[in-house]
């Protein structure tokens, strides 16, 4: 039998970092997941070199049927404590646009830092470790939990789940962190496919599919959808706009401006695009055709990419002629429909193309302030819970900050546990034959 002060269960981003602050704090710390290899996700994030962070980081750049939760985190570890660390660790990073932090060289730079923190506070870590069963406390808020792993049976008074979501199961992804919610009783929102590329029927999808590969910087905006019964309804029919780069694939639209939008878009909402923002397309056509004696096409290629203006123009036989012949009616309806082109996709590419899952563990059975959930002595941390940051760093830096705030909440010796204002009875259940 092996005893812990806390047994953090997921090595990914949330869990290898709240290991490495709960040990440095003097805390007996096991960390253990059932992959051979720790950090999957961090390691082919941003292209293999990380989008750790964003400067500017704040709850609007975060997604929850509670949008204030994240607050608390957030203000506790700020994007300035991670770089600072990045930068006690001798690694080189460099900025994009719109705050967005990178390493230089590989996001091996940050797993290795994680490690490091580990080894500082002499965490214990298991890999590869399967957990058969967890069972919990049998009286409120004391004792130890008693985890059924491969490795043997684990005690400890504190759990730490950091298993993250659905998202790329060629990495490991699984349901586990739900699993324990539900064996405890705590609520979830329904997870979902979140920073995804979306997808269209293939026959009306035919006039686009050629131009897959095509990228170009748009204005995008949905509606949100929210299930909440007691949301706000004019919070529900707000629109969200990002102005990013659109990608055009073989099945449907990618790219930041479609992954931006996708966390808020739901099954038959339509999509509004302005594929030439900035421009004024119809006063542009117009004055070509007082002027010109050139194809629709050849005029509209000026203005936006050719590869799109053919497509667009082949689609209507009024327009595949000399501009000058074309009616005014003709070129601004053709205006119009580039600069407010309205679709509604049929759905996602899904968890396997999916950066994150949106949904989770419901913040209403968790404590802001230290991540403790309604059932004592059980964390949910990172992706699994119902906090989904928007492109950019932001879901990272809710990782950062979520393992944080659990790490400075926990208890070590085995003594003086405090119970979170949310405290119910426990529930001892076990949870049977499930690997992490």
């Not at 989008?51 to 750049?61: C, D, I, K, L, M």
């Not at 049998?138 to 491969?150: A, C, F, L, R, V």
């Not at 050139?294 to 082949?314: F, G, Q, T």
């Not at 996602?348 to 968790?366: H, M, N, P, S």
Request: hydrophobic share 40%; charged share 20%; proline share 5%.
């Amino acid at each position: 039998m092996h005893k812990f002060d806390v047994v953090v269960i997921g090595a990914g981003a949330a869990g290898l970092f709240c290991a490495g602050v709960a040990g440095q704090r003097g805390l007996k710390v096991l960390l253990l997941d059932h992959n051979e290899k720790v950090a999957e996700k961090i390691r082919i994030s941003g292209g293999g070199r990380c989008n750790f962070t964003n400067r500017e980081v704040g709850p609007a750049n975060f997604l929850s049927e509670n949008p204030h939760f994240c607050r608390s985190a957030l203000s506790r570890y700020t994007p300035q404590d991670f770089i600072e660390l990045l930068q006690r660790h001798g690694i080189p990073f460099h900025e994009k646009h719109k705050g967005q932090l990178f390493c230089d060289r590989s996001a091996e730079d940050v797993i290795n830092l994680l490690l490091a923190e580990c080894a500082a506070g002499q965490v214990t870590r298991w890999q590869p470790c399967s957990i058969k069963s967890i069972m919990g406390p049998e009286q409120k808020g004391t004792g130890d939990y008693k985890i059924e792993s491969n490795r043997g049976l684990i005690k400890a008074p504190q759990v730490v789940i950091a298993t993250g979501g659905l998202s790329i199961p060629k990495i490991g992804a699984t349901d586990f962190g739900y699993h324990i919610a539900r064996q405890f009783g705590l609520r979830l929102v329904e997870p979902r496919a979140a920073l995804v590329p979306l997808t269209f029927d293939a026959d009306a999808w035919t006039p686009y599919s050629r131009l897959a590969g095509l990228s170009l910087p748009v204005q995008i905006e949905t509606t949100p959808f929210n299930h909440r019964q007691d949301a706000n309804p004019r919070q529900r029919q707000k629109a969200v706009f990002f102005a990013e780069d659109l990608l055009f694939t073989h099945r449907g639209l990618s790219g930041p401006a479609v992954l931006q939008v996708s966390s808020f878009w739901r099954e038959g909402q339509p999509l509004r695009i302005n594929l030439a923002p900035g421009l004024d397309l119809s006063t542009m056509l117009l004055r070509a055709k007082a002027t010109s004696k050139k194809l629709i096409a050849n005029e509209l290629a000026a203005l936006v990419p050719s590869r799109l203006a053919d497509a667009w123009v082949s689609q209507d036989s009024a327009l595949q002629r000399p501009i000058s012949d074309a009616t005014d009616k003709s070129l601004l309806t053709l205006a119009r429909h580039l600069a407010d082109w309205t679709l509604t996709p049929t759905g996602t590419e899904g968890y396997k193309k999916a950066e994150v899952t949106g949904g989770g563990i419901d913040t209403r059975d968790l404590s802001s302030q230290t991540m403790e959930s309604r059932q004592p002595g059980l964390y949910f941390i990172g992706e699994v819970v119902d906090v989904t940051g928007w492109l950019g760093g932001y879901n990272f830096q809710w990782a950062w900050a979520s393992a944080f705030t659990c790490a400075q909440a926990l208890v070590g010796n085995h003594t003086g546990r405090q119970e979170t204002d949310i405290g119910i009875s426990t529930v001892s259940q076990t949870f049977s034959e499930t690997s992490l």
